[in-house]
């Protein structure tokens, strides 16, 4: 009893702190660097050329503004493993598109290339997770996280491993292995372990969210948990941020308005695209419905589908339910692995797609 | 376009390779298509493979008609079956056309009790294109073949209406400007025949807006002679049978040639480019299916073995029959004919 409330007595005194941290290319801007000519390219583009993903700004905009309405303290961060040479066009795109941001990091390239360190160039775990570490301690205990990255290279590893080492869920002796595994430079791994020591333990990773820019099948990221939402737009994403309670339902149809008016997107696509995460099992049916029934009376999504559903006989009812669960173990469907997650069969992983990927 | 219903759980890789087709066709176009069947099997394909959620709904339907399941009792049985709800989901205005790879008179028993046929069509005609020789450049190397099994036998104005029908689909999905259309019959003189094809064609000779041909035989079915070849369902289907017989025969006497002689092996070797070109041209999982033709709404019955390719192209020949007009095109031709 006396322990509830005194964690209710810091609810009250210390503002709720919400931190979103968004990885640059592919999540927040539509990067093309697919071959040598668009990767030349990218040092010589002006902020009016580079185009932010359809919707994420309209996101991004509308959790500050959720959050400053809510009295919470909301923190906006940018990670990007681009050379800092090209940071000035990027932050004069974020102040084009209005983006209010806290901190934003890139990454030293050339310090790498002096000292020879040329893997290190393109190897981005250990500078991403060090500097994931490093954000923490700027932050105060209590603040929730989420994260924000895209399938193209290796977020979701790093944000799960992030998450998992400040909940104290992965041990200096597991975290050094599965960083060997990957294989990041031994000195990034030795900088990494001495920052992750003085973090003070909390499950604050709320909940991590995958841009799939590369359309890759959303069943590849079952071995990370629920923890993380693959999304194939940021429609999905602003309707599992709404389930979360990070967002409100008017600023859910900001962001489908953005993408409607943007982007091209039809009423069509967006239900396409709610019901494609409903049945994901990422946000409830109370969820899905609530909102489209907000966003049909706001004309952003068609009327409700009805589905023509016949009454089956109740053996036909029970012999389906019966095979459903025999079908899932534990009876129950949808079994999240347990924490924390084998972080070294998903660094195996990891190195096998990237030797796919060269090979091809 | 509205979208294209795709009987998920019809023909036998379903619903993996339907799925896999769908989603090809969502990475590709803009198509919109509604799956329709066991929504939590269909869910778990499409999560194993690269889609876009924006281009693909989820219809349920709880019950399946097996390809070996009697068409008429499963129909009147298996009431939330895919392939009827499917077709409802057309009727209704849900979705333009519908892709099916399932039991293949299930189908069209599907459509005849939602759709609706085109007002004066006394018989619908399932069509099969096949390649052929073509004649000059430029010619469309498939020919439609129609009715190959909708109708077993037909009177001369079923046999005119196909002809129209053929023609029409032809015209707006293969883009031929004026179709060649013949009869298929055991000679060319037009007093060759049944009755009934002799009738017919006299009918259709004296039609202006169709370039018909005359008779052609058995032999001038894979030459480049006609573009739409016109008999009954009956002669339709053995004629068809008979073509893919004929080319399986053929692949597998070249292969047993091949093994009893280094001669033949190697000049099978030198011929293998040529070989593989003459395969693809014979692979049904380009060309996407059969188009059931005389309903308002367009069918494409696709192979029962189709993999996720042909029912991709399936689910585009629907499109482009829904966005080209055909139904409107066979309405039009009908009425001239008149």
């Known amino acids: ?360 | 376009m509205r979208a294209i219903a795709v009987d998920a759980m019809g023909g036998d890789l379903a619903p993996d390779e339907v799925v896999k087709g769908v989603a090809a066709v969502s990475l590709q176009t803009n198509i919109q298509c509604v799956l329709v069947g066991d929504e939590r099997r269909i869910q778990e394909a499409l999560e194993r493979t690269e889609y876009n959620p924006e281009h693909i709904d989820i219809h349920a339907a709880s019950e399946v008609i097996g390809m070996a399941e009697e068409p008429k009792e499963a129909v009147r049985h298996k009431r939330d079956a895919s392939i009827l709800v499917a077709a409802q989901l057309v009727a209704d205005g849900r979705a333009d056309a519908l892709v099916s790879a399932g039991n293949t008179g299930a189908a069209v028993l599907a459509c005849a009790r939602h759709f609706k046929v085109i007002p004066g069509i006394r018989k619908t005609a399932l069509a099969s294109v096949y390649p052929r020789q073509t004649e000059y450049p430029g010619q469309d190397h498939l020919a439609l073949l129609l009715d190959v099994g909708a109708t077993i036998r037909c009177d001369a104005l079923e046999l005119v209406q196909f002809a129209i029908m053929g023609s029409a689909y032809a015209k707006r999905v293969s883009k031929v400007a004026s179709p060649r259309v013949a009869l298929l019959n055991m000679g060319t003189e037009p007093s060759k025949g049944s009755p009934e094809l002799i009738e017919a064609h006299r009918t259709l000779a004296s039609m202006p807006g169709l370039n018909f041909i005359g008779n052609i035989e058995g032999n001038d079915l894979v030459r480049g002679k006609a573009d739409v070849i016109v008999c009954e369902g009956l002669v339709g289907n053995v004629a068809l049978k008979l073509l893919e017989g004929l080319a399986e025969v053929m692949v597998d006497m070249a292969g047993a040639a091949a093994e009893e002689s280094w001669r033949w092996r190697l000049g099978m070797r030198m011929l293998a480019g040529g070989v593989e070109r003459l395969r693809e041209l014979a692979d049904y999982t380009t060309y996407g299916g059969a188009p059931i033709l005389g309903f308002e709404n367009i069918f494409i019955k696709a192979h029962g073995r189709s993999p996720a390719r042909a029912i991709a192209n399936a689910v585009k020949v629907a499109a482009k029959a829904v966005r080209d007009g055909v139904a409107e095109e066979i309405a039009t031709g009908l009425a001239g004919g008149r």
């Open chain 1, 1 to 360: 009893m006396a322990r509830v409330s005194r964690k209710r007595a810091l609810a009250v005194s210390t503002p709720r702190c919400s931190v979103y941290r968004w990885d640059l290319d592919k999540t927040y801007l539509k990067s093309e660097f697919d071959s040598m000519r668009q990767l030349v390219k990218i040092p010589f583009e002006k902020p009016e050329d580079k185009v932010a993903a359809p919707g994420v700004v309209a996101l991004i905009r509308s959790l500050r503004a959720v959050g400053l309405a809510a009295g919470l303290d909301v923190r906006v961060y940018f990670l990007s493993a681009s050379p800092p040479q090209i940071g000035k066009a990027i932050k004069d795109k974020l102040a084009l598109d209005g983006i209010v941001y806290d901190g934003i990091v890139f990454k030293n390239q050339l310090h790498h290339l002096v000292r020879g360190k040329f893997r290190n160039l393109r190897e981005h775990i250990g500078f991403k997770l060090a500097e994931l570490l490093k954000g923490r301690h700027e932050q105060p205990p209590h603040a929730r996280e989420f994260l924000f990255g895209d399938d193209w290279e290796s977020d979701p590893l790093i944000y799960s491993l992030y998450a998992d080492v400040v909940a104290g869920r992965v041990s200096e002796d597991e975290l050094r292995a599965v960083l060997a595994q990957i294989p990041v430079d031994p000195q990034q791994i030795e900088d990494v372990i001495a920052i992750q020591r003085d973090i003070v333990r909390v499950d604050a990773v709320v909940r991590i969210y995958i841009n799939l820019e590369r359309r890759t099948p959303p069943a590849n990221f079952r071995a990370y948990g629920p923890r993380l939402v693959p999304t194939f737009n940021y429609f999905q994403t602003a309707v599992c941020l709404f389930e979360d309670g990070e967002l409100t339902v008017a600023t859910v149809a900001k962001v489908a308005e953005s993408l409607i008016e943007g982007s091209g997107y039809t009423p069509e696509r967006l239900a396409n695209s709610l019901a494609d995460v409903s049945r994901r099992g990422h946000i409830t049916a109370a969820t899905t419905a609530a909102l489209w029934q907000y966003l049909a009376a706001q004309r952003l999504l068609p009327p409700a589908r009805a589905q023509r559903r016949r009454r089956r006989p109740w053996w036909k009812t029970l012999t389906a339910a019966v095979a459903e669960w025999m079908r899932s173990p534990n009876g129950k469907p949808n079994v999240a692995p347990p924490l924390p997650l084998d972080y070294r069969q998903l660094a195996s992983e990891l190195r096998g797609a990237k030797r796919h990927e060269v090979s091809t």
